[in-house]
């Protein structure tokens, strides 16, 4: 549902994209729409099988397909520093999740498999909106995840569509996820996602669990030594990375004659 209202929204503000349109920008879409469509199906399903602090865990492990599908896919290899980041920023994640133990479970194989998911969104993302508009990207993207998800509800729960009751609240909370959870989010990363690296995006996207930490306080939920910990590590491993990024670009500087 979050997916089609989403859908509709991009589709108004962006109408006129949607006649000029070439091939390669619907192919295009439609993959990175099917990438995104199966992470979100891989994780909510898994969810039904394992605890959420795992599947937090296991989906943020992306991180670490990252790197090398960047160097596969994209040829471009990952910078020290970012690795570095990458490993503290890792560690972090476990201090918040704090995954359960336990033997792995088919939720976990799905979470697994959301994690490749996510990692080749991003991947393929960078190298797609080098080339298209990234706002007719989304759209298409929104188009195809949409659809796939409405007919699977409707083939896995035929009687989806008369069960459905709208109330206030279930309005209101569409339209949260619809606007700011999904136009707005996959917006901006759709725009800018392009003007840095794969690796870099993935660890400026570990601060999402740090800032749900945050809120969670502000409502009334626990914040432990753990937690606070996992938090400290991800600012650290975002530190980490950045300020390895700008001492290479100061050493570049000062290489250039004057």
């Given at each position: ?13 962006g ?51 990252i ?6 896919i ?6 020290r ?86 109330t ?63 938090a ?10 950045e ?7 100061r ?7 004057r």
């Amino acid at each position: 549902m979050r997916f089609l209202v989403a859908f509709v929204v991009v589709t108004v503000l962006g109408a006129h994209r949607v006649r000029t349109m070439t091939g390669s920008t619907l192919r295009r879409g439609a993959i990175l729409g099917l990438l995104l469509c199966a992470s979100y199906l891989m994780q909510t399903t898994g969810l039904l099988f394992t605890t959420a602090s795992r599947s937090g865990f296991i989906t943020y492990l992306y991180a670490v397909l990252i790197p090398p599908f960047q160097f596969l896919i994209l040829r471009r290899p990952a910078t020290r520093g970012n690795l570095a980041g990458l490993a503290v920023v890792l560690i972090g994640i476990l201090f918040l999740t704090q995954p359960a133990a336990g033997a792995i479970n088919a939720g976990d194989l799905l979470t697994v498999g959301c994690a490749i998911g996510v990692a080749l969104y991003i991947i393929y993302l960078d190298r797609f909106s080098r080339v298209e508009d990234p706002a007719s990207l989304v759209i298409v993207q929104f188009a195809v995840t949409a659809g796939v998800a409405l007919a699977l509800s409707v083939v896995m729960n035929p009687v989806f569509p008369q069960r459905l009751t709208l109330t206030l609240d279930l309005v209101i909370a569409i339209a949260y996820l619809a606007v700011l959870g999904t136009v707005v989010a996959l917006g901006v990363q759709n725009r800018f996602q392009r003007e840095s690296t794969p690796v870099r995006a993935t660890i400026i996207f570990a601060c999402e669990p740090v800032f749900a930490a945050l809120f969670g306080v502000l409502a009334g939920e626990p914040f432990g030594p753990s937690q606070a910990t996992g938090a400290a590590l991800v600012i650290a491993g975002l530190l980490v990375s950045e300020l390895s990024g700008l001492r290479s670009v100061r050493r570049r500087m000062q290489r250039v004659p004057r």
